[in-house]
Every structure is written in C-alpha cells, then in structure tokens.
C-alpha cells in the first residue's frame, strides 16, 4: 500500500487534470498508471517530474525503444519493483520481443558482475580509456 | 593501483595468452585492457569471464551499440569507474556520438531518480503492468 | 513472511524484554516492531543495535524530524521497504508533514539522478571543494 | 579526467552563458562548478537539469540546510565523490558544523546498516505502519 | 508475477529439460527453483548461467558454506528478495545454524555501514593497504 | 584528501588516544588506519564504531577469516573504494590467498548477476524457501 494517497482523475485538481490529460494524450491512453496518481499530491512536482519525462522520453537521437531498455535496465540494477514492470511494459507495447528481453537482462547481469570485479580487484583504468581525442 | 598483480602477455602462461589472443581477435585490437590481466592471476576465471563477455556481447537480437550502451547505464548507476570508462570508450568505438551519450545519461538520470520516487512513496504495481498477455 | 521467527514479548527470555521494556520506555508506546522482534533472536545482536539507535537518533546537535527524515532518504535510495514504512511513520508522528514528504523525496529523487549524471560523466572535482580552511 | 569536454565560460554558446550567469547570480557567486561544464556540451539537459535544482532546491516547506544535508545522505549512501564533495561544501556554507557533520554521517551510517538487516532478514512491515489515517 | 512465464519440466524443450536434469543431479534435488524457470525461456542464456554456478559454486578453495553466506552477504546487501530467500535456505542447507546467521547479518550491517562513513568522509586510503608485497 | 581533518595520535585528545591504544592493542600494530582519524574528530562517535567493530568482529560462531572475507564483498558489492582496500589487507593478513580473493570475487561477481537477474524477471519467491521449519 502506497505511503500516500493516490489521487483518481475524478477527484483531482484542474491543475492535475490538466497533466493527467497531457499524460493520456502523449501516450494514445486512456489511463494513467500509480506512479503519477501518487506525486499528484505535490502538483508542483507531478508538473515538474511529467515535463521531464516528456523531455528526456521524447524524440531525440536515440531510439524510444532503446531509451525503455535503458530504463529497464538501470529499475532492475536498483531493485525497483514498480519501476521494472512498469517499463518492461513499456518497452513491450514498443517492440521489445521476448528474445530482446532475455538479451537485455543477460548484459545487465553481466555488467553488475564485471562491476565488481573491477570494483574489487580496483583495477587502474587504462591511459588509452582516458584519451578523448 | 589494483589490489592484484596485472598479469602482461610476456609473463602470462600458454593458458592466459590464448585468452589474450583471442580478446585481441575479436576486438581487432592489439592490446588488452588492464580489467583482463587483473582476472589474468586465475586463468580458470579469466577464461570464465572472458567467455561470457563473447557470448552476452557477440551477435544476437540487440543492436552492438545498444548493449554497449545499456552497460554505460548499469556501470554509472553503480558507480563503477573503471567500467564507465571502458564502456563509454567501446560504445564510441562503435558509434555513439557525444549527443547519443548526452542523452543516454539522461535517461539514466531519470530513472534512477523516479526509482527512488517509486520507493520512497512505495507506489502499488498497477494491475495492468502485471497482465502478460 | 521473515526469515527468522519473530520473538514476541510473552516468550521472550527476560534479557530480550529489558530492551523491549527500554524501546517502549524510549518511545513511549506499548508495542514492539517486527525489526527488533527479528534481531531478539541474538540478545546480544539486539541489545548492541538498540545502543547504537538510542545514541544516533537521540538528543544532539540535528533535529530529531530531521535525523528521521535522513533515514527515509536512505532507506528510499536502498530501495528497504520496511525501513522506508517504518522511518516515514516515524518522522510523521514527528512532524513530518505530506508537503514536507513530498519535497523531501523531491531533493532525493534529484540527487540520485545528479549522483548519476556526475558519476557517468566523471566528472573531476573542483579544487575550491577539496580546501578545508 | 572527465568523460566530456568541461566548457568554460569564455567558449560557451550564448545559451550556455546565461544558465551559467543564472547559476552563479542564484548562489551568490562568481564561478560555476565542473557539474554544470561538463553538462554544457548539450544545452538543453544543462538547462534541465538547472530548472530542476532551482525548483527542488529551492524555497519550499524543508530548510535549505536540510535539504543540503538530504543531499550528502544520499551521496555518500551511493558513494558519489563528486556530490558529496560539492553538496558537504554547500552545507557547511549553508552553516552545516562539524558536530552536524559527524552527527549527520552518523544517520546515514545506522540508516545504511539497519536496512540491511531488515532486508536480510526479511521482516515483514508492520500492520501498524501502512495505515495512514 | 514474473515478468517472465516460469517454464514447467513438462512443456520444456530437451535442452532445457536437460539443465533441469543436471541442476536437480547436482543438488541432491527432485524440483527446480523458479529462477531457472523463469531463464529456461531462453535456453542459451540458462544454459551458460547454469555452468558459471556451477563452476563458480563448486568445489574450490573455499568452503561451499562460506561460498553461500557470501552469496546471501551480497543479496542483502543489494536488497534483493528472491536471491536472500534462495540462498538463505541453501546456505541453512549446508549447515548454517541460527547463531551464525545473525552474526553473517551483523558483519553485512557494520559493512554497510562503514563503507558509508569512509564513503562520506572520503577517507584516504592508507599507503599501508596499498602495498602489495 | 578527506573531508574532514585526519586526527593524529599526538593530538588527540586523551579520550581519543584511549580508543587508538585499544584498537594497537587489539589487532597487534603499531598504528593506526585514517578510518579511525577521520571519526575521531567527534569521540563518541569514534568510541560507538569502535565498540561495534570489537564486538562484531571478535570472536563469535563464524571463523574471523570468513568475516573479513563478508565484509570485502560488501564493499566490493557497494564500490567503497577505502573499505575494499582495508578489508583486503585485514583478510591477507589473517590468511586469505590469492586463489582464496580470486574465487571470493567470482562469487561476488555472480550474486551480483543473478541478483539482477531476480530482480528484473522479478521471479516469485518459491513457497519452498518460505518454509522455516
């Protein structure tokens, strides 16, 4: 049970409407999922957090499927439960295919684990990694 | 300086040069990075690890580029140096322009903020994220 | 359900309920919660972990709500469900209000998703932060 | 050494300049840190990620010093060296002693710990702390 | 609800079913845990993570006990449910009596707490540990 | 260089030389880690961890080597740079070999993989595991 109320359309502010519409519209839904239902108790910051996830998540150079996988990957690195399936889902309703999944969790493990190995052994990075020329 | 000895391809067994030989071969490169000589001190795990590396990073339904950059994500959300480099390092190699990785960081900036959203307010997975169907 | 069992007043031996009579005392309530329940396992684990929480989260030289909302910005970055539930009921019954919450998680939020940004980009640290004069 | 070029001042686009003449007329000073340099190389997320701190960080229901001191709990509880450098430095010209400092550390270091034996142990949150009326 | 479909010995292809086999062989065990299910829906990667556990897990200089209170060590400390829930029954498995658990959770608690406080006061490492003679 | 001042034996206050003779006499050196310096600018503090770390690496049911062996992959698990350094040395010192570090990284690495593996299928706990009789 969230530690904050969360707060359905019918019973929101105009204010909060109004992003809960702009959620609904950018997306093609008809609903609009917990995660916002709980910061609209602060509508300032449902605003601010909904005009950033607007900004970053929309057109840019990379591809909107390959910024869910990001997603995915850094909710499964941290251990967020609702952040997981909810970008999972994401991901899926963009074309992420069950093979991709599988692929894009076995380089995320692997990368927590070569992690630690360099983190353990405290590897000195290679004068050729810090070139940028 | 790293809590092993770096193992140099001089000084390195039969067994830990065909390693060598073969991170060379694949990555057309004719150095090795310090991460392997550091494994180098047990040939059993290098070989291990180095196996997994080909076989999680070689061909598959992701796009080369796009893992690359899933493990820049992982390895900043952990707070990994020596893997950010090389990975940011392998992900220009293969492609990714200043852009790309401007707004890969962003993605990775978000979602480990609205992760912490998600927890702290511990919001409820919604029904419709955990149909699979 | 707990990996360990869940020592309960009644039968609990008298070394375990002289700390459970000092947490009440401290706090002034008359129930125990699960956390010190799973630690009365050991006495000596409980009772080491009871010292250590009366003198952190005791009088000194930080507000006590503040102290407490430390903890839920913590325990919300570690993604610890029950610390996350028990610390903001904490810091409620100390004041802690919901604009209050939501703005705390607002500053934790930000500083996981700028820890990333700065870890990502290695960013070196300024000089003028390392003086200590 | 920086994954990204840090642009000063003196080479920075017109845009640039003016979050830069921002930053430093908000905070009261007469330079800019190496967070926002190495932001710089994309405009747009430089000026993000400025709106953000602005907002976040500034007037609101929390002390700004409390805000700061959120700010190097979670730091230092992933480990960023960077932020915790730049926000220790921001709390203690906010007014943050070495007394709150330790006593600070203090918190975070019994938060860190508590959430592991919570989690290792699994203990199941108490009934008493999802009510919320 | 797993993200993914857990897949059951029956409906399995031969290959996997021969993973099941060798896990159940190895184990002393007539059932398989939901991990590997959930990885049996891509067959290449159970397969390769079912030989690094094996390889790694195995025998070796370590004591197969101590190899499974790391694993539980790490799993608290990243918080992760399924994998403490796992390994804590493997480790009692192999001998792990009560007492030894809780003192294992009372050394991850303390580490997790200093790696915060040298984390926090950015602690010089000591030229003494960084000797390698 | 630290945040705070290093506290050397000859200017430390009695109180804080009590605690560094304690900790010379205990682990049988002639010195003392900048760990220490560091939180003996506040003496209670600095007496508090020390008294835990006596208490919780002392001797108890598990083997003083194994716990130094924990508490190095934690701080590899978390990438505390001065914890990973420290403890390294403390378990060489007690006996850990090469192939003894070698093969505690391989486990740590692992258990970070399939932690992330859980944790992104979020595979469901097996009721097995839950059992405790």
Not at 1 to 12: D, H, K, P
Not at 97 to 108: G, I, R, Y
Request: proline residues 3%; negative net charge; charged residues 25%.
């Amino acid at each position: 049970m969230a530690l904050v109320r969360l707060i359905e359309y019918g019973e929101a502010s105009p204010e909060v409407q109004a992003v809960y519409d702009d959620i609904m519209q950018v997306r093609g839904t008809d609903w609009v999922n917990n995660f916002w239902k709980a910061l609209a108790n602060d509508p300032a910051q449902l605003k601010r957090m909904w005009e950033n996830v607007k900004q970053v998540m929309g057109p840019g150079t990379l591809d909107p499927l390959v910024k869910e996988m990001v997603y995915v990957a850094v909710s499964a690195t941290n251990g967020c439960e609702y952040c997981t399936y909810s970008h999972t889902a994401a991901a899926r309703n963009r074309g992420m295919s069950e093979a991709m999944f599988a692929e894009l969790m076995a380089v995320v493990g692997l990368a927590n684990e070569t992690n630690r190995l360099a983190n353990g052994f405290r590897v000195d990075v290679d004068e050729a990694f810090k070139r940028q020329d």
